[in-house]
């Protein structure tokens, strides 16, 4: 199987040639397809659709690909990964599909295909119905809420992640004997710990970001070596961590007074070209939002995936010609957007996000 070929602000009159790329794809490889200044066309690698074997998308906007129908001719893909769409991708009589990255409601007919084994879900709310795919043993779902126990048969799940979940109760894991990964991140609260006790092939677990626990000593009952294990967050008490890291390969960061305050406070900043900056502490941010101590080791890309995550799906239109930029040393979080009226709706939108 040759390597993937990039293709960044590509069209078949740039560079690479156009014969190289349908080369290369020919020869069996996948297709990275970035930023486009113009729509990109998959018609444009119509010749040899039936070689390609992933396709995976790094751009934001709906309107910047042309042909997704011609999904449907990839018979030898094995991988995908797509950006939101407006309209409706069938994918669920690809023969050799086993991992699908999906952000629309419209993409879901991957779960009716039985060759898929991983999925990759986010999505602002899952679909009333939703039912896991029996043959699917890995999932990471980005999501405000979901109830584990309506999601149908877990007993070959084998990797969970969860992500954005805001009240997530993990007792419908009793349901998963064969989970052996739970990653579970910026959870505002976390029930049904005790579960994890009766998971005797769970190997590795992140509980990072949570605001708040109901039984954090349920998790050192666990009577057996874990390959790894890692806490963050309000809900671990000083007394949680001491204990746990006296285990080998467990870390939980001892809390620390935080001097946070619990609504950051935004500055408007007029540019030299018109437009308007948004600056605030990330880390502000971050713990008002999840109450954890502001002096636990939060990376940069952690905040941003924060914010962006939040304004992605509940008003993605307000950051659509917006920039977002990050300056660690100041811990200073910086949107661009085109007008004050704009500023104005993406604060708003934050300050609903940090008291709600």
Request: glycine share 6%.
């Amino acid at each position: 199987m040759a390597p993937d070929i990039c293709l960044e602000d590509w069209t078949p009159a740039g560079s690479p040639s156009f014969d190289t790329v349908l080369g290369v794809l020919r020869r069996g490889a996948g297709v990275q397809i970035g930023s486009t200044g113009e729509p990109f066309d998959l018609a444009w690698l119509e010749p040899v659709l039936p070689w390609i074997t992933s396709l995976h998308f790094y751009i934001q906007s709906p309107g910047a690909v042309r042909s997704l129908h011609l999904i449907s001719r990839m018979r030898s893909l094995r991988s995908i990964r797509l950006m939101k769409t407006e309209e409706e991708v069938d994918l669920s009589d690809l023969p050799e599909l086993r991992y699908a990255s999906l952000t629309s409601e419209g993409q879901l007919s991957a779960v009716t295909n039985p060759m898929v084994q991983w999925l990759d879900l986010d999505l602002k709310r899952l679909p009333t119905g939703f039912r896991l795919p029996p043959m699917v043993w890995g999932m990471s779902l980005t999501t405000s809420k979901v109830d584990l126990g309506a999601l149908g048969d877990l007993s070959n799940l084998a990797s969970l992640g969860l992500v954005g979940v805001n009240a997530l109760d993990l007792s419908p894991l009793r349901g998963a004997p064969a989970l052996e990964v739970l990653s579970v991140r910026r959870a505002r609260t976390l029930r049904g710990l005790d579960v994890l006790r009766d998971l005797k092939h769970l190997s590795m677990v992140q509980l990072l970001f949570v605001g708040e626990a109901d039984d954090p000593g349920a998790l050192l009952k666990i009577d057996r070596d874990l390959e790894w294990f890692e806490a963050s967050g309000r809900a671990w008490s000083s007394e949680f961590a001491v204990e746990a890291n006296k285990r080998d390969f467990w870390y939980v960061p001892t809390p620390k007074p935080s001097p946070v305050s619990t609504q950051p406070q935004f500055t408007t900043v007029p540019t030299d070209d018109d437009l308007i900056e948004i600056h605030f502490s990330g880390h502000e941010l971050v713990a008002a939002n999840l109450g954890f101590d502001a002096y636990e080791e939060v990376t940069s890309a952690d905040i941003e995936e924060l914010f962006t995550d939040h304004l992605q799906r509940t008003r993605a239109t307000l950051m659509r010609d917006g920039v977002i930029t990050f300056d660690s040393e100041a811990d200073t979080v910086i949107l661009t957007v085109s007008n004050s009226e704009l500023a104005q709706a993406v604060t708003d939108e934050l300050s609903g996000f940090v008291t709600n």
